[in-house]
Nanobody, 117 residues
Framework: QVQLVESGGGLVQAGGSLRLSCAASGSITSFTYMGWYRQAPGKQRELVAEINRGGSTNYANSVKGRFTISRDNAKITVYLQMNSLKPEGTAVYYC???????????WGRGTQVTVSS
């Protein structure tokens, strides 16, 4: 069994910063892929940022230059530093990890980020 637990969400004013963390625990200790997604009310879940085991990253165009994804393999944790937040960034943010022998995908329960204007 694998559990992903996100933390670091909250309410912030536009232009502010937040740092999200997602820690994995359980039977799998190595993940090839880690990513952050978000889902705003009435919208589909979308990719925010992703990072592979080697450290290569990819970002949604809407967050490039403002968000930074990083990972600590020893702690089995992925981070998302979010700067210059905008009201349209209000959403539930979910972390996703892929790993194990069968390459299964795991999701956290999400953390709410609210950006006030």
């Amino acid at each position: 069994q694998v559990q992903l637990v996100e933390s670091g969400g909250g309410l912030v004013q536009a232009g502010g910063s937040l740092r999200l963390s997602c820690a994995a625990s359980g039977s799998i200790t190595s993940f090839t892929y880690m990513g952050w997604y978000r889902q705003a009310p009435g919208k589909q879940r979308e990719l925010v940022a992703e990072i592979n085991r080697g450290g290569s990253t990819n970002y949604a165009n809407s967050v490039k230059g403002r968000f930074t994804i990083s990972r600590d393999n020893a702690k089995i944790t992925v981070y998302l530093q979010m700067n210059s937040l905008k009201p349209e960034g209000t959403a539930v943010y979910y972390c996703n990890m892929v790993g194990g022998g069968f390459g299964r995908s795991y999701w956290g329960r999400g953390t709410q980020v609210t950006v006030s204007s």
